[in-house]
């Protein structure tokens, strides 16, 4: 079966412009997190969304929002870019809690 | 809070040896355990995980302790390889109704050939 994709794999945006990324998750998987990778803090937690609903939110400003479709697909965005919002966004999959997390490949976001 | 530290942050060791990453968690209701390998360049992919109700768990060369009293637990990978080189994460999740792990900050692993 199809593994989580993520979509754009690159981005380049300038400081201000919003951003939207997309992820579709492995099938029948009903959790999706976000995180954000940064060589210097690692992977940060953003969001978590279960059935279209956000259950867990990371420390992030408020220009990071995400929602989740009745298919499971995820979306975040990011609006006001900074410079340190480049990064690799990772969103994973799962089906339940306590079980394997399914990576995407990512997309790297980069602000100039 | 919760919190994950990891050490070392980097490892190198020559092939054949062993390497050993330790982690400590914050949470005492954590009660799962999962270890990402993340090669350059791709995504993090699961290696091993262990439950809290279990001490010890191995797959071939790699096996995973938990010490529930004291909060920690470590990968040990035996008979290192070059392919063995790689970034590795532990984590634990938030106990609660959400999916949340909270990664540590990530052990790069060098094998000598």
């Known amino acids: 079966k199809a593994g989580v994709t993520q979509t754009p794999r690159y981005l380049i945006k300038t400081r201000g412009q919003q951003v939207t990324l997309s992820c579709s998750p492995i099938s029948g998987h009903r959790s999706v997190s976000w995180y954000q990778q940064t060589p210097g803090q690692g992977l940060q937690f953003l969001f978590e969304y279960f059935s279209e609903t956000q259950r867990n939110k990371g420390n992030f400003p408020g220009r990071f929002s995400g929602r989740q479709f009745s298919n499971s697909r995820s979306e975040m965005n990011v609006s006001t870019l900074e410079l340190g919002d480049s990064a690799l966004y990772l969103c994973?999959?799962?089906?339940?809690?306590?079980?394997?997390?399914?990576f995407g490949q990512g997309t790297r976001l980069t602000v100039v | 809070g919760e919190n994950v530290e990891q050490h070392p942050s980097t490892l190198s060791v020559q092939e054949g040896d062993s390497a050993v990453i330790k982690c400590t968690y914050s949470?005492?209701?954590?009660?799962?355990f999962p270890w990402y390998k993340q090669e350059l360049g791709k995504r993090p992919q699961l290696i091993i995980d262990?439950?809290?109700?279990?001490g010890e768990k191995k797959d071939q060369r790699i096996a995973v302790t938990l010490n529930k009293t004291a909060k920690h637990f470590s990968l040990h990978i035996t008979e290192t390889q070059p392919e063995d080189s790689a970034v590795y994460f532990c984590a634990a999740p938030s106990p609660g109704s959400s999916y949340k792990l909270i990664f540590g900050s990530g052990t790069r692993l060098l094998v000598r050939p």
């Open positions: 994973a999959s799962a089906s339940t809690q306590n079980t394997e997390a399914f």
């Open positions: 262990i439950r809290s109700n279990v």
């Open positions: 949470d005492s209701a954590s009660n799962y």
